[in-house]
């Protein structure tokens, strides 16, 4: 039996063939990510012919969320918000943001929300382009935490991003914000995702770890609508081994928290 909740899969160069995307689905992949901080409008709109492809092949629908890449800058470690920036939403971004329109992305994920001012802003372009596409506000920064109860009311969805909000945030304070964050998005009835090195360990190995397990299991038993896969599809080796152990553990993690639901009536 398939989970009710969501996984989300980043396509990249590991997974963007359509083949291996039809196995993806087969496996688990409910939602598909194109992260457009990497590749191009040749590449990227690929892929998304590739996973449209495949959404006939399997019968299923499954919608495109378009991340933008918002202000970011190279570091030696990866990469950071970049504070020169004036705006969050960028040129490039807006470039990306015709091209999502043009192929039609079903949601635009947007990177490095400070403000409810800044969904505004992009809710703005949207309108401008006659584009009725939801907005989910990436919650990367220790701003977006303290103004995220006016960034849920205008936001269509959350995708709690830990990676960079890790960087952002004392990271022994992750688990708590995330349960915070995800009750709050659920009481608003608005989706939220959980996402960033749920399952690392597979960008290499063919399994995860036990720390990962439980890692995803925890986002299902405190609510989250869906969890999602970055690099471990994006860029690792085991792409579909990765969604399909993924629905394995939120298939089970739902199973016991419909008996604690049960219990509690």
Not at 40 to 67: L, M
Not at 137 to 165: H, S
């Amino acid at each position: 039996m398939s989970s009710r909740s969501q996984i989300v899969a980043t396509i990249g160069p590991s997974s963007g063939e359509l083949e291996i995307i039809k196995k993806m689905i087969a496996g688990g992949m409910d939602v598909a990510r194109i992260n457009f901080s990497h590749g191009t409008h040749e590449s990227n709109g690929g892929y998304i012919k590739n996973i449209r492809e495949a959404t006939k092949t399997a019968g299923k629908r499954v919608p495109i969320i378009q991340d933008l890449s918002g202000p970011r800058m190279k570091t030696d470690s990866g990469h950071a918000f970049n504070t020169e920036e004036k705006s969050v939403i960028t040129e490039k971004d807006l470039a990306d943001l015709d091209f999502g329109i043009s192929v039609g992305v079903e949601y635009i994920a947007q990177s490095y929300v400070g403000s409810a001012e800044d969904i505004r802003q992009m809710k703005g372009e949207l309108d401008k382009r006659k584009a009725k596409i939801p907005v989910i506000a990436k919650i990367e920064r220790a701003q977006a935490v303290k103004d995220f109860d006016a960034i849920l009311t205008e936001a269509d969805g959350i995708m709690i991003a830990r990676g960079d909000l890790g960087l952002n945030v004392p990271i022994e304070e992750i688990p708590f914000l995330e349960k915070e964050m995800v009750a709050k998005t659920k009481s608003a009835g608005k989706p939220v995702i959980v996402a960033t090195e749920m399952m690392y360990f597979m960008v290499e190995n063919n399994r995860p770890t036990r720390a990962e397990v439980t890692d995803v299991a925890y986002a299902i038993l405190i609510g989250a609508d869906a969890v999602m896969l970055s690099d471990e599809t994006a860029r690792g080796k085991y792409p579909v081994e990765s969604v399909a152990t993924m629905e394995k553990i939120v298939a089970r993690s739902e199973q016991t928290a419909k008996t604690e639901s049960i219990n509690a009536l």
